[in-house]
């Protein structure tokens, strides 16, 4: 069998069936109540920290301090800036619908905790006489719930660009509404591999599935596609273009000051976690040890609250490349980043989920498991299957660059571009694809006023003959 279908069949030794999910059972209300109070302390904690580690870890990149003089090393720093956020003038622009303008921060910082509920962050422990896992709520779509609320957040910032009555944060909300809609397809997509490994969507389940192999060795193709996709989500560099502070100012919440603007910064934070999270979840095996640890002492360090440590390791290692993204590369263009979703991520990820459902059907028996026999030799029925798939997507990938290799020669062997006058009408007008501007002659002086205004298109006037008014 081939090297994916061997590492299927370890991660596949439990059924997902015979894995009972999280037992809430021995959790009262009020416990539910004082974890879900500490998750948001630990939220809030790891916020003023991971700002703090931000600025510090991108001096170092570039050779400069960051922050050092608000408490030791620099760590009251963030909190300072929260205070300073607090006491500066909340102001609302005259056009701006007033209750969607406060209600679009609300949605935004909201929603950025609510998905990290069915993060499992532990097994189970004991808390104040009680056995409880160490997650707030566990469901049979737990994963679904993460997809669902991150659309629901997309509201918080479509608001919040249209409620300004503003040009620019009109222009950063639809930008951003269109970058995560666009980019939670391919997420989506990716994760479905996850679910066709694990036979399950439940987290804890598939954390518990994990127990031999986790599943960023199998689902390679999907952990890259969703590191790609957890950065457009959170509009984090080098993918932040909603917030692109050349183009937009500063985006959706240009208008935005004082709590407002501190609670979507907030939720771009928190939403970092909840990516991080979840990928650590679903492609590192959550809470648990890695390989090599996991079994020392009779699996001591998978037991108890050691869970929640090697989480937080896998945590904040994501966090770090959130970092040295973006003290590494630039901020590509926009139509660049909606192509590669579109046109590379979304088809490549649909063809890798169509390979993994046939691996895992031929793995299960349900295309046979006999063998055929070519040419006198028998060859197993999966690595038939295989070959196929393998088959198929390389008759993709060539369509793909035959169709690249058709459009550059379209491009290049297309007509000269029909050169136009900007200033025709009377206002200057950009060039329309197809479309040069001409370049301007000594003899064309600018309209004046009165000329615009009666629609006036002689620009070969002498400048004398040109009122000055």
Do not use: C
Not at 183 to 209: D, H, K, N, P, R
Not at 311 to 328: E, N
Request: net charge neutral; proline share 6%.
């Amino acid at each position: 069998m081939s090297l994916l279908g061997t590492l299927g069949a370890v991660s596949a030794s439990v059924p997902a069936a015979e894995i009972p999910r999280a037992d809430f059972s021995d959790t009262p209300i009020w416990l539910s109540l004082v974890k879900a109070v500490l998750l948001f302390a630990l939220l809030m904690v790891q916020t003023l920290i991971v700002i703090w580690f931000e600025r510090r870890v991108i001096g170092r990149m570039q050779q400069r301090p960051g922050p050092n003089r608000t408490g030791p090393f620099g760590l009251l720093q963030t909190l300072a800036d929260g205070v300073k956020l607090a006491l500066k003038e909340d102001l609302t622009p005259k056009n701006a619908d007033k209750v969607m303008f406060v209600l679009a921060p609300i949605i935004a910082g909201a929603m950025a905790f609510v998905s990290f509920a069915i993060i499992p962050l532990g097994p189970e422990v004991s808390m104040f006489g009680h056995r409880t896992p160490l997650q707030l709520a566990d469901t049979p779509i737990a994963v679904i719930l993460v997809l669902a609320v991150a659309g629901v957040g997309v509201y918080g910032t479509v608001l919040a660009g249209w409620s300004s009555g503003s040009t620019y944060p009109l222009l950063g909300g639809l930008r951003s509404t269109a970058q995560v809609i666009s980019y939670e397809i391919a997420m989506g997509l990716a994760l479905v591999a996850v679910f066709l490994y694990a036979g399950s969507m439940s987290t804890s389940q598939i954390v518990a599935a994990q127990q031999h192999l986790w599943y960023i060795v199998p689902a390679f193709f999907s952990f890259a596609v969703y590191v790609v996709t957890m950065i457009g989500e959170t509009n984090r560099l080098p993918f932040d273009l909603a917030e692109g502070e050349g183009e937009l100012t500063g985006g959706f919440h240009t208008e935005y000051s004082s709590l407002k603007f501190a609670m979507f910064f907030l939720g771009e934070y928190v939403n970092m976690f909840t990516v991080s999270a979840l990928a650590t979840t679903l492609f590192l095996g959550g809470w648990q040890a890695p390989p090599g640890l996991a079994h020392i002492n009779n699996g001591m360090l998978n037991q108890g609250w050691w869970g929640l440590l090697w989480f937080l390791i896998k945590l904040w290692l994501f966090m770090f490349f959130f970092v040295w993204l973006r003290g590494s590369l630039p901020r590509v263009r926009y139509d660049q980043f909606m192509r590669f979703g579109w046109k590379v991520m979304i088809p490549a990820t649909l063809v890798w989920v169509v390979a993994v459902a046939f691996i895992r059907a031929s793995q299960l028996n349900f295309l046979g498991s006999g063998t055929l026999r070519i040419l006198g030799i028998g060859v197993p029925t999966a690595t038939i299957v295989l070959i196929g798939v393998i088959a198929v997507i390389a008759m993709g990938v060539a369509w793909i660059v035959d169709g690249k290799r058709a459009e550059a020669h379209a491009h290049s062997a297309r007509p000269p571009e029909e050169e136009i006058d900007p200033f025709a009408g009377g206002y200057p007008v950009p060039p329309m694809p197809g479309q040069r501007l001409r370049e301007p002659s000594a003899d064309r002086t600018p309209l004046t006023v009165g000329q615009a205004a009666s629609g006036t298109t002689d620009h070969t006037q002498d400048h004398r003959e040109v009122p000055r008014g």
